[in-house]
């Protein structure tokens, strides 16, 4: 996952979420975060966007069962993003009819794996060979101080709707001021955390299954909406050395140059 994903965060009580409470945080990126930033803003050109969306789509196919957005939750919401990055049409149709075509048994699979510095990645992969993918990611992970956790990680990341947003025209220009506005607007909408990430760009946080609701929400308020996919989110978070951030860095790299690879979580702070 080339895009900046903030490390968090503090889950809401019903309490919380009752009393119309919401988390709001302003800007601020840690050292891994930057790095994650300028990497992708280098390397994720269209063409790498697609193949990655394009992945997601045959692991949501796979796994709703159907190439049908009305019927397949997971599907539409993919569709929708490629769809916000404008995927042509003819690509999407035909990455839907290669997976109605696929015979290859491919499934999608979740990998945990204890990274430098005792940091964790989930990996997320979809293969028809489970065992040769495994193989060849074990050589790379042991060049980089790394191993499978299988399954010992898990219990660190939260599934959470990610939604990252431009506020509506004429919305405060100041950071705190349209921390404020935003924070008003996630009450009113149904998210759980936000926070202002970058100038004019806000992200908001949401149970997975009220993604499509919050991004709704925030549409008809005249937020437009750039991204907005499921996440898995760091309960808890790794601090790492230098040397060891630059070790995930070149991990980053190898792992996700794999073409069944689909997406990369940490939890590094």
């Not at 050292?31 to 390397?43: E, L, M, P, S, T």
Request: charged residues 25%.
């Amino acid at each position: 996952m080339l895009k900046n994903i903030p490390k968090i965060l503090v889950q809401l009580s019903e309490n919380h979420l009752r009393n119309g409470q919401v988390l709001k945080r302003c800007a601020g990126h840690s050292k891994w975060q930057n790095i994650r930033h300028i990497k992708g803003a280098k390397d994720m050109e269209r063409s790498q966007i697609f193949t990655k969306l394009g992945r997601q789509i045959k692991v949501a196919v796979q796994e709703g069962g159907s190439v049908d957005p009305k019927l397949n939750t997971k599907l539409e919401q993919v569709i929708g993003q490629a769809k916000r990055v404008n995927m042509p049409a003819a690509t999407l149709q035909s990455i839907l009819k290669s997976c109605q075509d696929d015979k290859s048994q491919a499934k999608s699979h979740i990998l945990d794996i204890k990274g430098p510095g005792s940091c964790f990645i989930i990996c997320e992969v979809f293969t028809s060979h489970l065992h040769q993918l495994r193989m060849s990611m074990a050589t790379i992970l042991r060049k980089h101080q790394s191993k499978f956790a299988d399954g010992s990680g898990m219990h660190l990341f939260q599934e959470k709707g990610f939604i990252e947003a431009v506020p509506p025209e004429g919305a405060p220009i100041r950071e705190e001021e349209l921390l404020e506005k935003a924070t008003e607007d996630a009450i009113e909408t149904g998210a759980e955390d936000v926070k202002i990430i970058e100038e004019n760009l806000v992200q908001f946080l949401c149970g997975k299954s009220n993604l499509k609701h919050l991004v709704e929400g925030l549409e008809n308020v005249n937020y437009q909406v750039r991204s907005a996919s499921v996440e898995y989110i760091p309960v808890k978070v790794q601090s790492l050395s230098d040397s060891d951030l630059e070790l995930c860095k070149s991990l980053y790299e190898k792992l996700e140059n794999l073409p069944e690879v689909v997406r990369l979580s940490d939890n590094i702070a």
